[in-house]
């Protein structure tokens, strides 16, 4: 029999959830806060499941190539499975259309306050007081999830300041072809990254190479859970001095950015309620640095672990605590392992100029 699955929260995992559920047979609810679906951000990179991170990595003065990976046809031979560069509002748009599709029911300006897990059905309150409930409720609230202490049963759990911060900032096409040195980025299909004393500048076409996609880590000081502000544009250019001159023309012709306090969460205790019909994933569970480009791509595929966890069940419904559990067991340490190696990756990129920095390259 199928479960009535609630999920809290429409961003990539919540969706990626839905759509393994519906698959599966489940009749899925997606309860977003937000009045309308509009992902942050500018691009993301979507890796083949099993992959690391596979870029050309540049000298960040003379961009120098270090290492180079290229991503077509590589990864798709090696793993199976192609490794996109993509604008995020297109992914979450394909994979809502996908869900809607399929039958989950996405309730938008349901900001849920809470969720109570009884052992029989457990309850989720949203803001403006309704009760509802399912057989299981989801967690995808993202790294400043509310679901998260109520599931788990435990105080606030803060995020962790990473001491970066990063500004994402777009150049349109034709505006890169306007300079021979940025209209040679422009054609390198791969994602590029220039690695320097505590910042890199990570860039790649998206949109069928319409706009060129600009991720900037540097030192910076925000509150946790500073989110997608307005970036001061004279600022990041200061953070890239002494870049290599064709990445920084292209800072030049950038025109807006955005700013991202960089968090991650500490490893939890748990992820399932004490009565086990309550689980969280995505961010909610794992927020990690962003230096593997692989916070969605493992809230993806917590989406399908869940799935298959439950299809063990065969319907029994006295069975999702177990299945939830095996859940949690396979997922957390792997989750954990890619938050330590995403941190493992920012130490090796951001090393400053020296005897370890030349032993790296
Ligand atoms: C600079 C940067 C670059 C990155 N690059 C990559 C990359 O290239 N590849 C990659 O795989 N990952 C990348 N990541 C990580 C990736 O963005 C996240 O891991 C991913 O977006 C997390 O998705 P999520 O759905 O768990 O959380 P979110 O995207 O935060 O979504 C949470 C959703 O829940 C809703 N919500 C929140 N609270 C409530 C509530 N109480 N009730 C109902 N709804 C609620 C929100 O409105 C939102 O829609 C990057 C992150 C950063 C910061």
Not at 192 to 216: F, K
Request: hydrophobic share 35%; aromatic share 6%; charged share 25%.
């Amino acid at each position: 029999m199928p479960f009535e699955i609630i999920i809290c929260g429409a961003g990539l995992a919540g969706l990626g959830a839905s759509i393994a559920l519906r698959k599966k047979g489940h009749k899925v609810t997606i309860l977003e806060g937000t009045v309308q679906l509009a992902e942050v951000g500018a691009g993301i990179q979507i890796p083949p499941n099993s992959s690391r991170i596979t870029e050309s990595v540049r000298r960040y003065c003379t961009g120098e190539i270090i290492g180079k990976t290229p991503l077509y046809p590589m990864m798709r031979e090696q793993y199976g499975y192609p490794y996109w560069l993509i604008h995020r509002a297109d992914y979450q748009r394909c994979l809502r259309e996908h869900a809607e599709h399929l039958g989950v029911q996405i309730r938008l300006n349901s900001f849920v306050d809470a969720v109570h897990d009884d052992g029989q059905r457990p309850v989720v309150i949203l803001r403006n007081g309704t009760h509802l409930t399912a057989d299981i409720v989801v967690g995808a609230d993202g790294i400043r999830s509310k679901t998260r202490s109520s599931i788990l049963g435990e105080d606030h759990i803060e995020a962790m300041d990473s001491s970066q911060c990063a500004y994402r900032a777009t150049v349109p096409a034709e505006v890169m072809r306007e300079n021979p040195a940025t209209e040679a980025l422009l054609s390198d299909t791969s994602a590029s990254c220039w690695v320097g004393d505590g910042r890199h500048i990570m860039a790649y076409p998206i949109m069928g190479g319409r706009m060129y996609n600009l991720v900037l880590p540097h030192p910076g000081r925000a509150s946790v859970g500073a989110w997608n502000e307005p970036g001061d544009l004279d600022e990041m250019k200061r953070q890239y001095d002494g870049f290599d001159p064709a990445i920084r023309k292209v800072l030049d012709k950038v025109t807006s950015c955005r700013k991202w306090k960089l968090a991650e969460l500490p490893p939890l205790s748990r992820w399932v309620s004490d009565k086990g019909r309550a689980v969280i994933i995505g961010d909610a569970a794992h927020a990690m640095v962003p230096y593997l480009a692989q916070g969605a791509a493992m809230s993806i595929e917590d989406g399908a672990a869940l799935a298959e966890c439950l299809e063990r069940t065969c319907g029994d419904g006295n069975l999702i605590p177990r299945a939830l559990r095996a859940f949690e067991s396979i997922r957390k340490p792997r989750c954990e392992i890619v938050q330590e190696a995403s941190r493992g990756t920012g130490h090796m990129w951001h090393m400053p100029d020296g005897p370890e920095q030349q032993q790296r390259d």
